[in-house]
């Protein structure tokens, strides 16, 4: 499936390290869906490290993050006691929203090719309509693109 910005984020229901959360509970406001490959990785962790030193300005504009991988709930804990992260992570142990979203694909990784999560962002307005998206998401300056995108909105 491909997400198409102008059109309706795909609906969701999942599992949090916070409780269970669904694309309607985001009614009314912005939302920062990132989705990363995995916990306490050296880009996953500066990716994180960036959204939460940035957390007071997603939030005066008016957007909530989720983060997003295929790690279990336990491992979301540790990850955000261990670096004070503000902001609630979802496992997608089954992949479906991965699959919903497009970003399972195939990665190649010195020769192996395996299927892992392409590192993407998707920002969702209060309508639950996709108006940007970033995918083969490179972590420097990534944060200020999708800040410079909330001013625009």
């Given at each position: 499936m491909t997400v198409t910005v102008g059109q309706p984020a795909p609906a969701f229901n999942v599992e949090t390290d916070e409780g269970p959360r669904s694309l309607g509970d985001y009614q009314g406001k912005r939302l920062v869906l990132y989705f990363y490959p995995k916990d306490d990785t050296s880009g996953c962790t500066s990716e994180a490290h960036q959204f939460r030193d940035e957390f007071l300005r997603f939030t005066i504009?008016?957007?909530?993050?989720l983060g997003v991988s295929k790690d279990s709930i336990a491992s979301h804990e540790k990850f955000r006691a261990k670096h004070s992260l503000p902001f609630p992570l979802a496992s997608d142990s089954d992949g479906a929203l991965c699959e919903a979203f497009g970003v399972w694909k195939e990665k190649n990784n010195y020769g192996k090719k395996y299927m892992g999560i392409e590192r993407s962002t998707f920002l969702i307005d209060e309508n639950g309509v996709v108006v940007?998206?970033?995918r083969k998401v490179k972590v420097s300056g990534h944060v200020q693109a999708i800040l410079d995108a909330?001013?625009?909105?």
């Open positions: 504009n008016k957007a909530e993050i940007k998206e970033w909330l001013h625009e909105l």
